[in-house]
């Protein structure tokens, strides 16, 4: 059981880059989101899915997109990286919602 | 909307002293309460939690939170520290199943 995986651990990119993170559990859980966290500022959610094909705007989804074709994967996608996404991405999934369990992070570096 | 507040950065502490994190929480409606730790390079764990119940909730490694819902506190606290403490913490609240909002975090540094 690895529970929450998260690739790649480190990325860095140039402005304007696209890429995806990817997070997978294999938990059976519902429900997963994508966080991220900045010096200072705690983590923030990004966006979050309830089940497969069901996905929602968090706090700061802006330059952002996801899909949850499975229950087990929900990708991050970057469209056109810049300068201020750089930051910790950490993605979670929980049964219900009440526990929620992170993966290792991703620390992507924009140039 | 819900808001959290964890209004020390860091704190330092000598070991086997105890330590109080505090955490303040905002709003309208009943909340599910947590509280995080985050060791260097690593995700987040689950420390312990309040849904329901009692106001006291325990974690395996000694550390406990009170929920007080007159002062919308969930303050986070163990006796005696040790250096393996050394970590930072994060409160979280959430009103329904799925958006957690955390607080900016508290940095618990422990020396001998």
């Known amino acids: 059981n690895a529970g929450v995986t998260q690739t790649p651990k480190f990325q860095v990119l140039k402005t304007g880059q696209s890429m995806t993170l990817q997070c997978a559990q294999d938990?059976?859980?519902?429900?997963m989101s994508w966080y991220r966290q900045d010096p200072g500022m705690g983590l923030r959610l990004i966006h979050y899915s309830v089940g497969a094909g069901i996905t929602d705007q968090g706090e700061v989804p802006n330059g952002y997109n996801v899909s949850r074709s499975t229950t087990e994967d929900f990708p991050l996608r970057l469209l056109s990286a810049a300068p201020s996404q750089t930051s910790v991405y950490f993605c979670a999934s929980s049964y219900r919602g009440e526990t929620q369990y992170f993966g290792p992070g991703t620390r992507l570096l924009v140039l | 909307a819900q808001s959290v507040t964890q209004l020390d950065s860091q704190v330092p502490v000598f070991e086997e002293a105890p330590v109080e994190l505090r955490c303040n929480y905002s709003?309208?409606?009943?909340?599910?309460l947590f509280w995080y730790v985050q060791y260097p390079n690593q995700g987040l764990q689950l420390l312990l939690k309040y849904l329901s119940g009692s106001t006291l909730v325990e974690s395996i490694n000694g550390f406990e939170a009170e929920f007080n819902k007159s002062q919308t506190s969930f303050h986070l606290r163990k006796p005696s520290v040790h250096i393996s403490d050394t970590a930072e913490y994060f409160c979280a609240v959430a009103t329904g199943f799925q958006k957690l909002v955390f607080g900016t975090g508290t940095r618990l540094l422990v020396s001998p």
């Open positions: 709003s309208s409606v009943s909340v599910y």
């Open positions: 938990m059976n859980h519902e429900y």
